[in-house]
């Protein structure tokens, strides 16, 4: 199974972050350091195990034939070096990364039959300017990045080989416009002869904690979306329309002190309760429950609810080392993972 590697370009958010703490890794980086909610930063490596054959109902734990394992080194400034997947004992894939001044400059990933490569060049203040992509050393795609005198990006160009790479498309022109206060209201992509291919509107209010944005395509409909978050950028709420105005669905989260979601509801085009979640957490902050309701004829209070325990151990420094899934009153562990870590 390869891990992708790519600049986040999420639904509600208009500019992909293009910093090398910003990157998604999927399973492992800087972004997941946080959550798999690691208290220590000086990190030198993660062991970690799972789909594991336990036969027991209580702690300790004895973890058998576990399917999948990684393997992930860490400089000492906490960035991923390197990353090693294994299903069922065999080497399935090996990324290595490599940094510059805390930037990352290559991915590469080895599957064995091929190797792909992803290098990305910035300029002297930091600014990603290109990223290039490999296949077995031949090159596939490149992209350009253009930005403004206040260092927004304006223009992101992805060019490939015809014959080359997925998809139909071998160029793509995306340009970002924003208002007075750096907010991105326009996002449009372009083919190389200047045909429109999706264009997003975005607009604010509420000090800009509130955002609509708008999909428009070929000029024939219109999708909207609102979300509002609160001051520490957690999404209080999400609402989806469709061509006419019409709500779509709603989602409301709420949040406790450490940003931990506490609770999310889930409503209908005709506002109708549908689902909600609930969590809670242990004094690290790590999940203890987690409780999903399905309510009957949207009523909430009278439906059926699926309720599911962690139990953890944890090391010296306050990082789990062994994870345990109990599901309802079953007595048996459902699902388990195992870490090994090691400290600078």
Same mark, same amino acid.
């Not at 005198?149 to 790479?165: H, V």
């Given at each position: ?115 792909? @490569?992803?290098?990305?060049? /910035? $300029?002297?203040? &930091? !600014?990603?300017? *290109? +990223?290039? =992509? %490999?296949?077995?050393?031949?090159? #596939? ?31 793509? @022109?995306?340009?970002?416009? /924003? $208002?007075?206060? &750096? !907010?991105?209201? *326009? +996002?449009? =992509? %372009?083919?190389?002869?200047?045909? #429109? ?31 509002? @978050? ?115």
């Amino acid at each position: 199974m390869k891990l992708l590697i790519r600049l986040s370009l999420l639904v509600f958010i208009c500019i992909p972050k293009l910093h090398a703490q910003d990157f998604d890794f999927d399973t492992t980086g800087y972004i997941e350091i946080n959550k798999k909610r690691i208290t220590n930063t000086k990190i030198k490596s993660i062991k970690e195990e799972s789909g594991c054959y336990i036969d027991q109902a209580n702690p300790p734990l004895t973890y058998e034939d576990c399917e999948t394992t990684y393997k992930e080194a860490y400089d000492k400034n906490g960035n991923l070096i390197s990353l090693k997947t294994y299903e069922d004992g065999s080497l399935q894939s090996e990324n290595t990364y490599t940094y510059k001044n805390n930037r990352i400059t290559s991915i590469e990933e080895d599957y064995g039959d091929e190797v792909e @490569k992803k290098v990305f060049i /910035y $300029n002297l203040t &930091g !600014k990603l300017m *290109f +990223k290039k =992509e %490999y296949e077995d050393k031949t090159l #596939e795609a490149t992209t350009t990045y253009k930005y403004n005198s206040q260092s927004l990006l304006i223009e992101e160009i992805y060019e490939r080989p015809s014959s080359k790479g997925f998809g139909s498309n071998p160029y793509q @022109k995306t340009i970002y416009k /924003y $208002n007075t206060n &750096g !907010k991105c209201i *326009f +996002k449009g =992509e %372009y083919n190389k002869a200047g045909v #429109e291919l999706d264009v997003r509107t975005y607009e604010y209010s509420n000090n800009g904690l509130t955002m609509v944005e708008k999909d428009k395509r070929d000029d024939t409909f219109v999708i909207q979306f609102k979300e509002t @978050k609160d001051a520490r950028g957690n999404s209080l709420e999400k609402v989806s329309y469709d061509y006419d105005g019409k709500q779509q669905k709603r989602m409301v989260n709420t949040y406790d002190a450490n940003n931990n979601r506490l609770s999310y509801e889930e409503y209908d085009g005709d506002d109708k309760f549908v689902k909600s979640t609930t969590e809670t957490y242990n004094d690290k902050n790590d999940v203890t429950t987690y409780t999903i309701f399905y309510p009957t004829n949207h009523s909430k209070t009278e439906g059926s609810k699926n309720v599911t325990r962690y139990w953890y151990k944890y090391d010296k420094k306050g990082n789990w080392t062994q994870r345990a899934l109990y599901e309802g009153d079953e007595k048996f562990v459902s699902d388990a993972v195992k870490r090994t870590l090691k400290y600078y």
